[in-house]
Structures are given as C-alpha cells and as structure tokens.
C-alpha cells in the first residue's frame, strides 16, 4: 500500500517524528511541501520566539489539511 506523502508529514507531524519529517522534506516531490516542512523545521530547532514555532507548525498542518481535500479528476474511458 502506497501511504501519500501528506499522510506521512500529517503523522509525523502530530507524533514529533522529526528525523522522518525531514527525510520526507528530501524525498518528496511536493516542493511547496518541502518548503513548509523545512520552515516549520526551521523555526522549531533555531528560533527563539515560540509564536514563530506554532505558526509555522500552523502553517504546516494547514497547508497538509488543503491538499489531502484535493481529490483529481479521474479520466472516464469509454
């Protein structure tokens, strides 16, 4: 069973799984995937400013919760 890579950040995500969160980051084909995840990354190991840290993560889960609502368009063939 394939597990999407939106799947995969959402659950590493909400159980702190760091490490597979930034293998994810590089393996993923998704670059606006990549970037929230390397930002929220970011912020929560260097910056200081814990709102930073919980927009980012915001951001992150907001942007995982957008594309898993994205259902294509399946070509019907006759």
Do not use: C
Not at 16 to 37: A, H
């Amino acid at each position: 069973m394939d597990i999407p890579d939106y799947d995969k950040a959402l659950y590493y995500t909400l159980w702190g799984q760091w490490d597979e969160l930034l293998v994810l980051m590089v393996r993923t084909n998704d670059d606006m995937l990549s970037k929230k995840i390397q930002l929220f990354l970011h912020a929560y190991h260097y910056s200081l400013d814990e709102g930073k840290i919980i927009q980012s993560h915001d951001n992150l889960l907001y942007y995982l919760d957008h594309a898993m609502k994205y259902q294509p368009a399946i070509a019907m063939e006759i």
